[in-house]
Structures are given as structure tokens and as C-alpha cells.
């Protein structure tokens, strides 16, 4: 076997017994890594997708790396689940207790995606503005799905190729002036 000796249990002149654990050598050519996934981002993972790995001690070099299995329990203390990573190390350059952080890459988005500026919050509903081809605009409720950065997705309510005002929504700064606000921009 080759590898790297982590713990070396014999000493010069010991005596040896069958069953008895002399060393243990680990292979760093390929390395798992434990990941705490957040309880909300349950439904992004999946064993097989891919992810991004940067070391806290190698920050400029990206290592690729797929989801070997996600652990079937959810941590009671951090709300988190497990899942095991597993990745190529070259030059043997990761060691375990190192720590990393995870670019989880997930499944593409089942919709329309649009900025999260657009994206109208009531507390009753979620609207879009949508402008028309008449040049009018009429608000548009919307179900979202899940966020992809600046951008999030949306499930009900929009056809692909429509465009939606993504600035102005300051002059709705409250859920009077959007009651009264939005009928005005239905110019249907």
C-alpha cells in the first residue's frame, strides 16, 4: 500500500498480536469532504451534481468535485445536512481537517428567472410588473421558486420573452401605496 502513515501503533521491540492495528496509511489522491448543507437547500442537492471546492489555504485554485451521498439526517443543533463530497487532490494537497468552502451547482431552473429587484413581496401575493406591447404596464402575480443569486425563479405567471420593469419599485414603498399604485398601472 502506498500513502501517507497516520498513525504509526508499533514501537521498536513491541509485541506484536494477530488483529493487532500496526499503522494506518491514508491515500490522499482522492479525498471525501463533509459538507453542512442548510435544511433549506434540502431540495437543490442531489447524489451526482457537481460542485466548486476552494480551500481556505489554496483560495485561487478551484477544484471540481461531485456529491458521492447526502447523509440521511438532519442536525438538530445547526439545521444542516451532511453530504459527502468526493474530489481529486492534486499534489496531495488537501489534508484532512482542512476547510473549504462548497459552490453547490444546482439543477437548472424550471421557468422564467428574473432579477429579485422585480419581484414584488405583498405579504398577500407576488407581483411583476409587466410592460405590454401597447407600452402600458399591469401588475402580474407571480409564483416564485427558488433563488439563484441576484436572480430568482419564477414558476406561475410569466411566458418566457416577456419584459418586466426591474427599477422603480421605491415609488411602492408600502402596502397603501401598492394597493393604490397598482390599479393605476393595469392599463388593460
Do not use: C
Not at 442536525?75 to 499534489?91: C, I, K, Q
Request: charged share 20%; no cysteine.
Amino acid at each position: 500500500a502506498s500513502g501517507i502513515v497516520s498513525e504509526l501503533s508499533m514501537r521498536d521491540g513491541a509485541m506484536v498480536t494477530p488483529g493487532m492495528t500496526l499503522m494506518r496509511i491514508v491515500d490522499l489522491r482522492h479525498v471525501w469532504l463533509h459538507v453542512e448543507v442548510p435544511e433549506a437547500a434540502a431540495a437543490l442537492i442531489a447524489v451526482g451534481h457537481p460542485v466548486t471546492v476552494r480551500a481556505a489555504g489554496f483560495p485561487d485554485r478551484a477544484l471540481a468535485g461531485r456529491i458521492a451521498a447526502v447523509l440521511p439526517e438532519v442536525s438538530a443543533e445547526t439545521r444542516t445536512l451532511r453530504v459527502r463530497v468526493e474530489l481529486s487532490n492534486p499534489g496531495q494537497s488537501l489534508k484532512p481537517g482542512m476547510i473549504a468552502t462548497v459552490t453547490l451547482t444546482p439543477p437548472a431552473a424550471q421557468g422564467v428567472v428574473v432579477p429579485q429587484a422585480a419581484v414584488i413581496p405583498t405579504g398577500r401575493r407576488t407581483v411583476v410588473i409587466l410592460k405590454q406591447e401597447s407600452g402600458g404596464y399591469r401588475p402580474v402575480e407571480v409564483e416564485t421558486g427558488r433563488s439563484l443569486g441576484d436572480d430568482i425563479e419564477i414558476r406561475k405567471g410569466l411566458e418566457p420573452g416577456q419584459t418586466v420593469v426591474v427599477s422603480g419599485q421605491f415609488l411602492l414603498d408600502s402596502e397603501a401605496s401598492l394597493k393604490a399604485g397598482l390599479p393605476r398601472l393595469d392599463t388593460a
